[in-house]
């Protein structure tokens, strides 16, 4: 049986796996700067992130876009 390939960029790959690199590598203040949402600014960590993050479309959506484009250039 043949297994079909994807082209989406982020399948198998979890909301936690995004956000744990984008910490890894910019850190939360630079989140915050580069994407204006509050749990990237105020008091911020994975877990509440991911909270928000799974309710707000909109914000999501910029939190996968930057994870492509990041992604794309290493």
Known sequence: MEQKQTKDPLHGITLQQILEVLV???SFKTLG????????IEN???KS???????TDWARKK???LY???MSKL
């Open 24 to 26: 890894a590598t910019y």
């Open 33 to 40: 700067e580069q994407i204006k949402i509050n749990c990237f």
């Open 44 to 46: 911020p960590s994975i």
């Open 49 to 55: 992130s991911l909270v928000f993050l799974r309710k």
């Open 63 to 65: 939190v996968e876009n």
């Open 68 to 70: 492509i484009k990041t």
